[in-house]
């Protein structure tokens, strides 16, 4: 089974809409990584959360990791036609300065007009 | 943060051929290393490239197939040797700047093997 479980797969919103994508490890993270990848490109790093309770913002996307570090989620607010695309989460499970990363299989984000 | 610049940034290339890939980057950084992302899935990481020794391959990839050079502390580059269809993939070069806490990724190569 998958390391680094994300959820939902998929997802459309109606553009204004609020939404979350949730990230489950089986196992504790040193630090959890939050990238948006249009497709068929490279990855635009949104936010990096290490301590338990972390909860970090960037404009309209807000991003935590639970106490006990192994879920994270990713929610956006009053989405717009802009925030479409790929979101991944990343894990490095490692710890110090690895930076090794394992990788869900990514939420694709509609966001209709 | 930190400027990548990988190229080429897509090739269609033939079976039996090899592709090098480049990833440069603006400023020194410690770590580098390379993934795969296969259509329709997540990325693996394939190595990480190491300054001034052999690279460090993960569980599935060998140097034979995708051997790795990085001469010093702001370029590598990555080789995908005797290329098959099941070599169409993006790969991505990926960088910890020295100092920072944030991996960067480059705009990947976009490769097709007919």
């Known amino acids: 089974s998958q390391e680094l479980e994300q959820s939902p797969q998929s997802l459309i919103v109606q553009e204004g809409k609020n939404l979350t994508i949730n990230c489950t490890s089986s196992k504790t993270l040193y630090g959890l990584y939050w990238y948006k990848q249009k497709y068929g490109e490279g990855l635009i790093f949104l936010m990096m959360?290490?301590?338990?309770?972390e909860e970090k913002s960037h404009e309209k996307i807000t991003a935590k990791l639970d106490e006990k570090k192994q879920q994270s989620s990713l929610h956006i607010t009053a989405s717009q036609p802009s925030h479409a695309g790929i979101y991944l989460c990343?894990?490095?499970?490692?710890?110090?300065?690895?930076?090794?990363?394992?990788f869900g299989k990514g939420t694709l984000l509609t966001v209709n007009p | 943060s930190a400027v990548i610049s990988q190229k080429p940034s897509r090739d269609i290339c033939q079976r039996g051929t090899s592709l090098t890939i480049q990833c440069q980057v603006d400023s020194q950084v410690t770590m580098m290393f390379w993934y795969r992302q296969q259509p329709g899935q997540s990325l693996t990481l394939i190595a990480t490239a190491n300054q001034g020794s052999e690279a460090t391959y993960e569980s599935g990839f060998v140097i034979d197939k995708f051997p790795i050079s990085r001469p010093n502390l702001t370029f590598s580059t990555l080789t995908v040797s005797n290329m098959s269809p099941e070599d169409s993939s993006i790969y991505l070069c990926?960088?910890?700047?020295?100092?920072?806490?944030?991996?960067?990724f480059g705009q990947g190569t976009r490769l097709t093997v007919v």
């Open positions: 959360l290490q301590k338990g309770g």
């Open positions: 990343g894990a490095d499970y490692s710890g110090g300065s690895n930076y090794k990363l394992t």
């Open positions: 990926s960088v910890a700047p020295k100092g920072g806490t944030e991996a960067f």
